[in-house]
């Protein structure tokens, strides 16, 4: 079943209307949201009729939804930690999830507060390598600049912290 007909179910379906932040009403297949724990709803249990996701906008959602189809059948990701030196083994993402996170970095921000708020755990560590990807090796000024981040310090205050810690080369 295609994202968009999980939009528009048949009435033999569970459907659950679901609330934006935005006040707009999407009706969706119940099994799609089950991925997103935060929403608590199990297979085969009566499931409410309406639900309200107060943190996450309308296309968001959407992106949420299209997440959520793809990954309908797939297991949960499994953090692992190399046995030797105990750094954490980055997931192989497929070339959906690539393309899924291949945008800019505030939309990125958005997807990964929507996934922290719904619980909806691959999203949310898929999306986190994909963010610390993007900021690798950035500078502070370039991390501010992709994450549309105002420097709320004076030069002054600046100078104060390069002084203060001159040790480690800022």
């Known amino acids: 079943m295609s994202f968009d007909e999980?939009?528009?179910?048949?009435?033999?379906?569970?459907?659950?209307?679901?609330?934006?932040?935005?006040?707009?009403q999407l009706t969706v297949d119940a099994s799609l949201l089950r991925q997103c724990k935060a929403l608590g709803l199990t297979e085969g249990a009566n499931q409410p009729a309406n639900l309200t996701v107060n943190e996450v906008s309308t296309p968001i959602f959407k992106k949420v939804?299209?997440?959520?189809?793809?990954?309908?059948?797939?297991?949960?990701?499994?953090?692992?930690?190399?046995?030797?030196?105990?750094?954490?083994?980055?997931?192989?993402?497929?070339?959906?999830?690539?393309?899924?996170?291949?945008?800019?970095?505030?939309?990125?921000?958005?997807?990964?507060?929507?996934?922290?708020?719904?619980?909806?755990?691959?999203?949310?560590?898929?999306?986190?390598?994909?963010?610390?990807?993007?900021?690798n090796n950035k500078s502070l000024e370039e991390v501010r600049k992709l994450l549309k981040l105002q420097d709320d310090l004076t030069e002054e205050q600046k100078e104060a912290v390069r002084k203060e810690h001159a040790w480690c080369g800022l």
């Open 65 to 135: 939804l299209e997440w959520c189809e793809e990954h309908k059948d797939l297991k949960e990701p499994v953090v692992q930690d190399h046995p030797i030196t105990g750094e954490r083994i980055r997931f192989i993402l497929n070339n959906y999830e690539k393309k899924f996170f291949d945008i800019p970095a505030d939309e990125i921000m958005e997807l990964l507060t929507a996934a922290n708020y719904l619980n909806l755990e691959s999203m949310y560590l898929f999306g986190c390598q994909s963010m610390a990807v993007l900021l």
């Open 6 to 24: 999980h939009l528009k179910l048949s009435s033999s379906s569970q459907e659950v209307v679901v609330t934006t932040k935005d006040g707009d």
